[in-house]
């Protein structure tokens, strides 16, 4: 059974850009969250989707906002990114019920 | 409130066994949960314990839960050099909503021969 995946793996953008990472969970799970790991704040969740729905967000200003398409695939997108942005994005992939979680590799992003 | 602590690093001999502790002050967390972290990658998932629960032991791994101190630990059994890497405690609680991790800064386990 494959994992989840997460592509790109790394990626290095601008200031004032936008950026979009892609998670692909594991197959026949319906949950999909976000995590943004920096060395000073650590591990923060940004967001979970459940078929197509944002369940559950938080503490991420407005620029950070994603979807899930019905095949459960997930999209963030990071717009007008600042340097504080930089950090290692992880997704989780779960069947939708509180209790396993299984993370892909993560996006490394850097904004220069 | 949701807060996991954990002390940042541990130094042990190969073939001790270690000891990776965590503290949480949400009373109504239902799972609590370990997870490694390699240089360079994702999360793992080592184990997890449902809040009714003592103890699990899952081959060289026991977690000891003592929800009336809010306190858990991870015990690895005759830790060798792969085990070198970054543990973290996390919780899920109803309070915080669907499949909300939270985190503890985690613990850097440094396995010397």
């Known amino acids: 059974k494959a994992g989840v995946t997460q592509t790109p793996r790394y990626l290095i953008k601008t200031r004032g850009q936008q950026v979009t990472l892609s998670c692909s969970p594991i197959s026949g799970h319906r949950s999909v969250s976000w995590y943004q790991q920096t060395p000073g704040q650590g591990l923060q969740f940004l967001f979970e989707y459940f078929s197509e729905t944002q369940r559950n967000k938080g503490n991420f200003p407005g620029r950070f906002s994603g979807r899930q398409f019905s095949n459960s695939r997930s999209e963030m997108n990071v717009s007008t990114l600042e340097l504080g942005d930089s950090a290692l994005y992880l997704c989780?992939?779960?069947?939708?019920?509180?209790?396993?979680?299984?993370f892909g590799q993560g996006t490394r992003l850097t904004v220069v | 409130g949701e807060d996991v602590e954990q002390s940042l690093f541990l130094s042990v001999r190969e073939g001790d066994s270690s000891v990776i502790n965590c503290t949480y002050t949400d009373s109504s967390s239902t799972y609590l949960y370990w997870y490694k972290q390699e240089p360079g990658a994702g999360l793992q998932l080592l184990t997890y314990i449902f809040s009714n629960m003592d103890m699990k032991q899952d081959q060289r791994l026991t977690v000891l839960l003592n929800k009336k101190d809010k306190h858990l630990s991870l015990r690895i059994a005759d830790t060798q050099t792969g085990d070198s890497a970054i543990y973290f405690c996390a919780e899920i609680s109803p309070s915080g909503g669907y499949n909300k991790l939270i985190f503890g800064a985690g613990t850097r386990l440094a396995v010397h021969p």
């Open positions: 989780a992939s779960s069947p939708g019920t509180e209790i396993e979680a299984f």
